[in-house]
T-cell receptor
Framework: DAGVTQSPTHLIKTRGQQVTLRCSPK?????VSWYQQALGQGPQFIFQ???????QRGNFPDRFSGHQFPNYSSELNVNALLLGDSALYLC????????????FGPGTRLTVT | AQSVTQPDIHITVSEGASLELRCNYS??????LFWYVQSPGQGLQLLLK??????LVQGIKGFEAEFKRSQSSFNLRKPSVHWSDAAEYFC????????????FGKGTKLSVKP
C-alpha cells in the first residue's frame, strides 16, 4: 500500500517563474492538505482540498493556488516566485474531512534563486 | 489565535537515557494534540495523538505523552532513548472543524550521544 507520494523531489527555479508540485494521496484517502516548511521552522498550513474544492486556506497570498483531480491527487501552483518561497513543501492526506489522522509525504524541496 | 511553543530548539541526550520534550499550546477549548517526528529527507510521521479521555497516551516506538490541561502542556517522553531516535520532533494542535489545519511548533532537534 503506497503512502503519500510527491513529485518532484527537488526543484530549482528562478525568481518570477512559476512552479507546479504534485501529490498523490495514500490509497483510500480523499482529502489533501498542503504545508510549507521553511528552514528551521515547523510546517505552515497553505490550504486543503476535498471533492475537488478548496475547503480551507491558511495565511498565504493568492500566488499560491491548487487543484484536486477526480482521482484525489492534487497540485500546488506558485506563481511569481520569490526567494522567500524556498522551502520544503509537504502534502498530507486523510480519509474524509472529519478525520484528524493525516499522513505526510516526503515533500518537495523548492529552491528559488 | 492558536499557537504551539516548543521551548527547546536542540536537545542532546545519551543513548539509554530518558527523554522529555516540552510542548505548550495556546487555545481556549480542548485541542486535539499531536506529536510528529521528521528524519532528514523524510516526511512527518505521526508518533501519537490526544483527542480526549485518558491524559496519558501511548504512541509508536515506545513514546508516550501526557496532556495537562492546567499547564496547557503536552510533553513527549521516552524512558530509554535509542540512537535511531535522533530526529526533529514537532508538536501540533488542531481543532474540530479545522481538522486538516495543523498548527505546528518550531520543532526540537534531538541528538543522541553514544
Amino acid at each position: 500500500d503506497a503512502g503519500v507520494t510527491q513529485s518532484p523531489t527537488h526543484l530549482i527555479k528562478t525568481r518570477g517563474q512559476q512552479v507546479t508540485l504534485r501529490c498523490s494521496p495514500k490509497s483510500g484517502h480523499d482529502t489533501v492538505s498542503w504545508y510549507q516548511q521553511a528552514l528551521g521552522q515547523g510546517p505552515q498550513f497553505i490550504f486543503q482540498y476535498y471533492e475537488e474544492e478548496e475547503r480551507q486556506r491558511g495565511n498565504f497570498p493568492d500566488r499560491f493556488s491548487g487543484h484536486q483531480f477526480p482521482n484525489y491527487s492534487s497540485e500546488l501552483n506558485v506563481n511569481a516566485l520569490l526567494l522567500g518561497d524556498s522551502a520544503l513543501y509537504l502534502c498530507a492526506s486523510r480519509k474524509g474531512m472529519e478525520s484528524y489522522e493525516q499522513y505526510f509525504g516526503p515533500g518537495t524541496r523548492l529552491t528559488v534563486t | 489565535a492558536q499557537s504551539v511553543t516548543q521551548p527547546d530548539i536542540h536537545i542532546t541526550v545519551s543513548e539509554g537515557a530518558s527523554l522529555e520534550l516540552r510542548c505548550n499550546y495556546s487555545y481556549g477549548a480542548t485541542p486535539y494534540l499531536f506529536w510528529y517526528v521528521q528524519s532528514p529527507g523524510q516526511g512527518l510521521q505521526l508518533l501519537l495523538k490526544y483527542f480526549s479521555g485518558d491524559t496519558l497516551v501511548q504512541g509508536i516506538k515506545g513514546f508516550e505523552a501526557e496532556f495537562k490541561r492546567s499547564q496547557s502542556s503536552f510533553n513527549l517522553r521516552k524512558p530509554s532513548v535509542h540512537w535511531s531516535d535522533a530526529a526533529e520532533y514537532f508538536c501540533a494542535v488542531s481543532t474540530r472543524g479545522s481538522q486538516g489545519n495543523l498548527i505546528f511548533g518550531k520543532g526540537t532537534k534531538l541528538s543522541v550521544k553514544p
